[in-house]
């Protein structure tokens, strides 16, 4: 999970870009880096360890000069966080010059590795699947042009081979120095990616354009939002504004799957006032309480809880309606410290463990003498639910009932969220009441899975999602036993 933000403006971008990288802060805190480049194809990149805030300064921001540029906010889950040097965005000087971001993971990083050596005659100098990718796409750009002029036409074909080489999920924004800004995602639509439009404020100014991982960062910079860009499909933008965009997942023949987007976006990952392929995140939250609360009263005696909590802020839509669906009083019995960063995407479980008695403090006037019901988004490794439930009974809870709004994770996710292991995931081989013993909750409920696709899908024309991590079913077609074991190997190393 990153957050990625691309711009081609009237005028210097770089405030933009920074601007929309706070506002996308949520999807990553390891490293940040934003690139811009003016009319002459000058080329400038800052990138540092941390969050945007304290990775860029002044003199940062005054060197990146341009009216087109990208951003990148990084969680790692390919490559080493605490490397500076595989930080996004990533830079090959030939052809053209090409600077590039990514959201997700590439599935076959072993072949093209190997490609890169053998048939490609270059050397990526990190373990990061981006370098791997901007790499691919250089090489492919460098195949279907053979002159000074870039045309559409070769960039998306350079796209359609791309495509063919690589596997798994990128949602990509890249600046092509001279000549434009780059978009493209995978066939399956797993990782998200939105366009906006910003018409010029005056008749001799260009529409302005930006492709953002989320809705919000469109609105909030003023933009239209004009479509998810599809899955397989690329968009190609101008530095003066025009707009191409075409189907290329189908260059090689096949035809582009089906939108199956990551449902883990929905349940954690994104902003509630985002909307994602069509569908509000805050909506679908609340659909998912309604869901919720109708499993809980199955496996519950609800009469005898007091009060429904939220663990905030992402699972508050859940459980404002799981209350009313319940008829249970709604409380909010946590204070959040909102400049700790979100635990579940800190790196190692010692410093998540650290994190949650940093980031929640339990009030005890909301807790003594009371059985209480806690709502969270989802359960992974269980270090922060053991931790709350502990929190709750020195609070003085009577009696703690936990329900995660998500179904119990079982299988490692290879598509961009670091959960590459099935011994971390404290729902793997274990029952639900064996997992309710780990935690010390004296009930635990999780969501069906059904129930959390329907609710994510409901009023949408979406017919599908990635749900790998739920239901070990690996839309891509490319994952085995052995792939997964040298995914733990290798982040185990």
Not at 94 to 108: K, Q, S
Not at 340 to 363: D, E, H
């Amino acid at each position: 999970m990153c957050g990625i933000v691309g711009m081609v403006g009237n005028g210097p971008v770089n405030q933009d870009i920074y601007d929309a990288l706070l506002l996308l802060q949520h999807r990553g805190q390891d490293a940040t880096g934003i690139a811009t480049a003016e009319a002459d194809a000058m080329m400038h990149i800052a990138k540092g360890q941390g969050m945007v805030r304290e990775a860029f300064r002044t003199r940062d921001m005054r060197a990146l000069r341009g009216e087109t540029g990208l951003g990148h906010v990084r969680y790692a889950t390919k490559g080493e966080a605490s490397r500076e040097e595989e930080a996004q965005p990533f830079y090959v000087n030939a052809p053209y010059g090409i600077v590039l971001i990514h959201n997700g993971n590439l599935t076959n990083t072993r072949e093209l590795a190997e490609e890169m050596a053998r048939r490609d005659r270059r050397h990526v100098n990190s373990t990061s699947d981006t370098e791997l990718l901007v790499n691919v796409l250089a090489g492919e750009l460098q195949e279907t042009t053979s002159s000074e002029l870039l045309e559409p036409e070769a960039i998306f074909e350079a796209v359609g081979r791309t495509h063919a080489r690589i596997r798994g999920a990128y949602a990509v924004i890249s600046v092509i120095a001279g000549h434009g800004l780059l978009a493209f995602r995978d066939p399956h639509g797993i990782r998200p990616l939105i366009l906006g439009r910003r018409p010029g404020a005056t008749s001799e100014e260009h529409d302005e354009w930006a492709v953002a991982s989320e809705s919000l960062v469109l609105e909030n910079g003023g933009y239209e939002i004009v479509r998810d860009v599809e899955p397989g499909e690329a968009v190609f933008i101008r530095h003066d504004g025009a707009l191409f965009m075409r189907q290329c997942a189908a260059a090689e023949g096949a035809s582009p799957a089906a939108c199956t987007p990551c449902a883990f976006e929905y349940v954690y990952l994104a902003r509630p006032d985002s909307v994602m392929n069509g569908v509000s995140v805050y909506e679908s939250r609340l659909r998912m309480g309604e869901r919720l609360a109708a499993t809980i009263a199955a496996h519950v005696p609800v009469e005898e809880i007091d009060v429904v909590m939220p663990i905030p802020d992402s699972s508050r839509p859940a459980a404002m309606e799981v209350a009313r669906r319940l008829g249970i009083e709604y409380r909010e019995g946590f204070y959040k410290n909102h400049y700790v960063g979100r635990t579940f995407i800190m790196p190692g479980q010692a410093v998540r463990r650290r994190s949650v008695r940093q980031k929640l403090n339990a009030m005890s006037l909301e807790f003594r003498g009371k059985h209480v019901l806690l709502i969270d988004d989802s359960i992974v490794r269980g270090t922060t639910s053991q931790q709350i439930i502990e929190m709750a009974r020195r609070a003085g809870a009577a009696s703690v009932t936990f329900a995660s709004a998500a179904p119990p994770i079982r299988h490692p996710h290879v598509y961009g969220i670091n959960m590459p292991s099935r011994e971390e995931l404290v729902a793997h081989g274990r029952t639900i009441p064996e997992i309710a013993e780990v935690l010390g909750a004296d009930h635990l409920v999780y969501q069906e899975i059904e129930d959390l696709r329907a609710a994510i899908v409901e009023g949408s024309e979406l017919t599908d999602l990635d749900m790998c991590c739920f239901d070990g079913r690996y839309v891509t077609g490319d994952i085995d036993e052995e792939h997964l074991a040298w995914v733990q190997a290798s982040q185990a190393s």
